[in-house]
């Protein structure tokens, strides 16, 4: 780089940084503004996911198992309505991310397949799992 500017190699490199950058970002961004979902009654809980999809993994292995049993007097047979009754219960006035941090913190925790999750993030699977079927 010479006293007077910035030389054509440095723009170069520069450019070709923040080309690979943006590139990366769109790539992660892109797949979660491009897919949408069917509208639900459920869609102010949802919403708070990052992959809904993934959530829906985890909450079906969570009803197949017994995660849900010790959960807010929930059962794995709960309707999608009363998983949205606890999750609203939980979530008012907070952010998902408080409460997760409350859950770690109180020790509620639920096992899925090995996993040891926040309660909250189980029932929220459990509700994603539900509106996918």
């Not at 080309?19 to 979902?37: F, I, K, M, Q």
């Not at 009654?41 to 985890?58: E, F, I, K, M």
């Amino acid at each position: 780089m010479s006293g007077k500017g910035f030389s054509r190699r440095s723009v170069a490199i520069g450019g070709g940084i923040a080309l690979t950058l943006g590139l990366g970002a769109l790539g992660v961004s892109l797949p979660r503004w491009l897919h949408r979902y069917r509208p639900s009654p459920y869609d102010d809980l949802l919403g708070q996911l990052v992959n809904r999809d993934a959530a829906a993994t985890v909450g079906t292995a969570a009803l197949a198992g017994d995660a849900l049993s010790g959960v807010g007097g929930l059962g794995n047979n709960a309707s999608a309505a009363h998983l949205a009754t606890e999750l609203r219960h939980r979530l008012e006035r907070r952010s998902l991310a408080e409460v997760t941090d409350s859950d770690l913190a109180q020790g509620k925790l639920s096992e899925v397949k090995g996993w040891v999750l926040p309660e909250t993030l189980v029932v929220l699977g459990a509700l994603a799992a539900a509106e996918a079927t």
